[in-house]
């Protein structure tokens, strides 16, 4: 039987990451994926901001496609705000290459990697983790201390021991179709129950003459996207068929704890995703790398008890926590929005120039609380009204 100290399932972003600093920390780390080559299937938009980036410690000329420095926001109603900063917000990526590249970091830095090798089960056995590794003939059994949880969403082994879901799981679709679109530099998101229920579709400009146009949504996403390519927002400006099809979830809302006895969680598996823009990829490095440092030092220690791998669940929420539980308010509060309100919004930014500014200075898509800080206080007694959904989710106890 094989043994390790750290056992990574899935080689996405977070796997990869929590695997090479596992393996920086002296760990010996294994990685398992089910798939036959990471980075596939892609279910992500591919719009990573700065910061992601910067967690990702890989260098920009491998996967950046175009840079991004602002967005159109089109209301139910169509009142349309433009934002664009003077320096770049974000990145459209190639996530094929963009993971390939983090598993490829991680293998540099003494992780074993698998592809092609389905965790099918899990279980205790003296303090140490069995994994169940394979089908059928290719069945192998291999033993670790801790086990890294980086499935994604469905996060079925992790489910299987005790570590919860994520509060809401919204459908996502999305294809790559020829699009001629306005600036090269600024996503389009549309808003609306007619377009997207409880959340927004975009459009994302890529390579060349081709965008990334999806949504996510609280009903199934396909019927809905099929008929924003018809709409009048879309359909003018398609030059072509669809070129890639991307479906999958997106969880929202991290679970009570994230930590169980000899298994830790980490990214989408852990609900770890912005829920004010669904990105999931920079609070899956931030925790990536706590999950590694912390799953290393308990396998030295040769304690895998959930007692022990609760310092995890409390650094990663010290970290990212308070920004994610304010996502979430604001996440619910546009959900419970009409699109009336939705409209008396728009309407109240358009005629003010200097939120304009702050929201174009203070933007960030993987903080996006500082530039809500900033702008509530300023909204005055005109925006008083449009706090109406928050006093109803309020009363209903949602949040």
């Not at 100290?5 to 899935?10: C, E, L, S």
């Not at 990145?91 to 540099?108: G, T």
């Not at 279980?123 to 059994?141: F, P, Y």
Request: glycine share 12%; with cysteine; charged share 25%.
């Amino acid at each position: 039987m094989d043994r390790y100290d750290v056992a990574v399932i899935g080689a996405g972003p977070a796997g990869s990451m929590a695997a090479k600093k596992a393996a920086e920390a002296g760990a010996e780390v294994v990685i398992f994926e089910e798939h036959p080559r990471a980075g596939w299937p892609v279910q992500c938009a591919g719009l990573l901001g700065v910061r992601a980036m910067e967690e990702s410690e890989l260098p920009l000329a491998k996967f950046a496609i175009r840079s991004i420095r602002g967005a159109t926001v089109v209301s139910p109603g169509g009142v349309t705000i433009g934002f664009k900063a003077s320096d770049v917000r974000a990145w459209v990526v190639d996530r094929r290459i963009f993971d390939r590249a983090l598993l490829a970091e991680a293998a540099r830095s003494g992780a074993e990697v698998r592809i092609g090798s389905p965790v099918t089960g899990l279980s205790r056995e003296g303090g140490r983790s069995v994994l169940a590794v394979g089908r059928g003939a290719d069945r192998k059994i291999i033993e670790a201390t801790v086990v890294v949880s980086a499935e994604g969403a469905g996060a079925r082994i992790a489910r299987s021991v005790g570590i919860g879901p994520p509060r809401e799981t919204l459908s996502s679709a999305q294809v790559e179709v020829p699009l001629e679109v306005e600036d090269p530099e600024q996503v389009e998101v549309f808003l609306g129950e007619g377009v997207a229920p409880g959340f927004f579709a975009w459009a994302i400009p890529a390579s060349e003459g081709v965008a990334r146009v999806g949504l996510s949504c609280r009903k199934n996403a396909c019927p809905y996207l099929k008929r924003l390519l018809k709409s009048p927002l879309i359909r003018s400006r398609i030059r072509g068929g669809p070129l890639h099809l991307v479906v999958g979830g997106l969880p929202l809302g991290p679970p009570a704890s994230t930590a169980a006895d000899g298994i830790i969680a980490v990214g989408d598996a852990a609900g770890q995703v912005k829920p004010t823009s669904g990105g999931g990829v920079y609070p899956g490095l931030v925790s990536a790398k706590i999950a590694g440092e912390v799953a290393a030092a308990a396998a030295c220690e040769g304690n895998s008890s959930v007692a022990r791998l609760s310092e995890y669940d409390r650094k990663w929420r010290s970290a990212l926590g308070g920004e994610l539980r304010l996502g979430m308010v604001v996440h619910r509060m546009r959900a419970e929005m009409a699109d009336s309100e939705l409209d008396d919004l728009f309407r109240l930014l358009a005629d003010r120039e200097d939120l304009i500014r702050i929201i174009e200075k203070e933007g960030d898509i993987d903080r996006p609380s500082r530039a809500i800080r900033k702008v509530a206080p300023r909204m005055g007694l005109a925006g008083v009204r449009i706090v109406r959904p928050l006093f109803r989710l309020l009363l209903s106890g949602a949040i």
